[in-house]
């Protein structure tokens, strides 16, 4: 069985800060006997196409939320079946959670457990969370004509133009008449072009706002 270096004991007992690990970091706990992930969400602008989980050094976004799955040992409960676990945060006013959901709070390093219903801690992981700096709205290349839909997407950027991960409320605005709002889901809207002209489209997320100019031509 693996030792764990007095370093490693020495940051087990100090979760709530970030720690150096002898261990990858990259979704993997940091004991290294299991392995704790971030959920990919299809909402989740950090995700690339098709990926299930996300690394742990990819930051995520103030006011986000987002599920994490343990794999690992699983102990032994004192009925002798095996411990339900049990995913909690190491600081709930950073990183409270609701029911399976996690929700990011405050920026800064915090630590995820698996624990079974005992107390007994498996494995833990540090999270980053960051501040969203800016939004940014991006759509295809095609040309917007009156009676046609469109689709924007946000995306939510950190510090040193990082994209940050999991799911963000957005509240969408839009300034003019040539475009009209048809639906929202996660981080993208659908537009309708009404008429020849141009118009805002603002994404808002906290206190962050993404702005895209658009313009409605008239169908050939």
């Known amino acids: 069985m693996r030792s764990v270096s007095r370093l490693g004991m020495a940051c087990f007992g ?10 990858d970091p990259l979704g ?12 990919c969400a299809t909402d989740d602008a950090a995700c690339a196409p ?15 939320s987002f599920r994490m799955t343990y794999d690992g040992p699983v102990p032994k409960s004192p009925a002798g079946g095996l411990s339900t676990m049990v995913l909690f945060s190491g600081s709930p006013a950073m990183l409270s959670k609701d029911e399976d959901q996690f929700i990011a ?4 390093s915090v630590a995820v457990l698996a624990r079974t219903e005992q107390g007994t801690v498996t494995d833990f992981l540090h999270l980053f969370v ?9 759509s ?7 009676g046609k839909q469109k689709v924007w ?24 008449t040539a475009v009209a709002v048809a639906a929202t889901e996660g981080r993208s809207v659908t537009l309708v072009a009404k008429q020849p002209g141009e118009a805002t489209l603002r994404a808002l997320s906290g206190d962050a706002v993404g702005e895209a ?3 409605v031509e008239v169908a050939p």
């Open 14 to 23: 100090l979760l709530l800060t970030a720690c150096p690990s002898d261990q």
């Open 28 to 39: 993997t706990g940091e004991l290294g006997k299991g392995d704790l992930r971030v959920v």
């Open 50 to 64: 098709g990926a299930e989980s996300l690394d742990a050094s990819v930051p995520l976004a103030v006011g986000a």
């Open 105 to 108: 709070w405050i920026p800064g």
């Open 130 to 138: 960051s501040t969203i700096e800016r939004v940014e709205l991006d």
């Open 140 to 146: 295809s290349d095609e040309k917007f004509v009156v």
């Open 153 to 176: 997407q946000a995306t939510p950027w950190g510090p040193q133009d990082t994209v940050l991960a999991g799911s963000l409320a957005y509240a969408w605005e839009v300034e003019g």
């Open 213 to 215: 100019k658009i313009t």
